[in-house]
């Protein structure tokens, strides 16, 4: 019998890398998969692997960030597939544009080269779109589809919950974005509070820390960095390395089966970087 043989997940932010790896490692333990993202041409990639799999696969454009749509969302996974045993609240904005990038390798040099002690000045140069861009999509976002989430499970007393945070969260390594960072910490905190709340209903709300992940927006600022930067990177790691999607991935089929007593926890894979 496979682990979630049976279950109806829904995957949220499906169209590649993390969540893209979520949906693929589920689909092969038997669940039936539903998946969204507000990208619909990488969507519809993700969807064509899982199927070639012979895994059944609802795959519908959704912006998390706005309730209506998140609700509606819900309704047509129920309508397609019965209602939802598994939620991973992937979904997520991370800092990538070209200021994101120059306050990343800002921070990372003053971390992992000897010099002066000095304000960094980030805090105190953001804009208010700086600051409130996370939060519809990375805090918001959750919010919504937890909510929608519950009201399948909570009648039916059971379900599992996975939130992707961050070590953003939890740590420093993301002073570069400090929006990104409380929105992460929001996470974790929603994390422990709904799992107080829904525990007796037999529903397990957990959160998975990310640390590095070699998904797009990694990639991409691998292949542009300098090599100084990219030692700066791989500094902040004991093992040297990013974490693969799929190291991440086995984690979230792990909290979504019946094989654990792990109600609000926040589990780390990070690499060492946060111990």
């Not at 990343?104 to 000045?121: D, E, F, H, I, V």
């Not at 990694?218 to 390395?241: C, D, M, T």
């Not at 190291?247 to 979230?252: D, G, K």
Request: glycine share 10%.
């Amino acid at each position: 019998m496979r682990k979630l043989q049976g279950k109806v997940a829904l995957i949220t932010g499906a169209g590649q890398g993390l969540g893209s790896a979520i949906a693929q490692a589920m689909g092969r333990e038997g669940a039936r998969l539903v998946i969204c993202d507000i990208n619909i041409e990488t969507l519809e990639r993700t969807r064509a692997v899982i199927e070639a799999e012979g895994v059944p696969c609802l795959a519908l454009r959704c912006d998390v960030s706005d309730a209506v749509a998140v609700d509606a969302m819900f309704a047509q996974a129920a309508e397609g597939f019965g209602a939802v045993d598994i939620l991973v609240n992937n979904a997520g904005i991370v800092p990538s544009s070209p200021k994101d990038t120059e306050r990343r390798n800002k921070l990372y040099a003053y971390l992992t080269t000897p010099m002066p002690r000095q304000s960094l000045g980030i805090v105190s140069s953001l804009t208010d779109d700086d600051w409130l861009k996370w939060w519809g999509v990375n805090m918001h976002g959750v919010f919504y589809c937890t909510r929608a989430a519950l009201r399948q499970m909570e009648p039916r007393r059971s379900g599992k919950i996975i939130n992707i945070a961050s070590i953003a969260g939890m740590s420093t390594l993301s002073t570069h974005s400090p929006g990104y960072s409380a929105t992460k910490a929001g996470v974790i905190s929603l994390t422990k509070t709904t799992a107080m709340d829904v525990a007796g209903a037999n529903i397990y709300v957990n959160a998975i820390a990310c640390g590095g992940v070699m998904t797009p927006p990694f990639h991409v600022y691998i292949a542009n960095a300098s090599e100084a930067e990219k030692r700066s990177l791989f500094q902040l790691s004991p093992l040297g390395r990013l974490g693969e999607p799929s190291e991440y991935a086995s984690l979230a089929v792990y909290l979504a089966s019946d094989e654990h007593y792990l109600v609000g926890q926040v589990i780390s894979p990070n690499g060492g970087a946060v111990i």
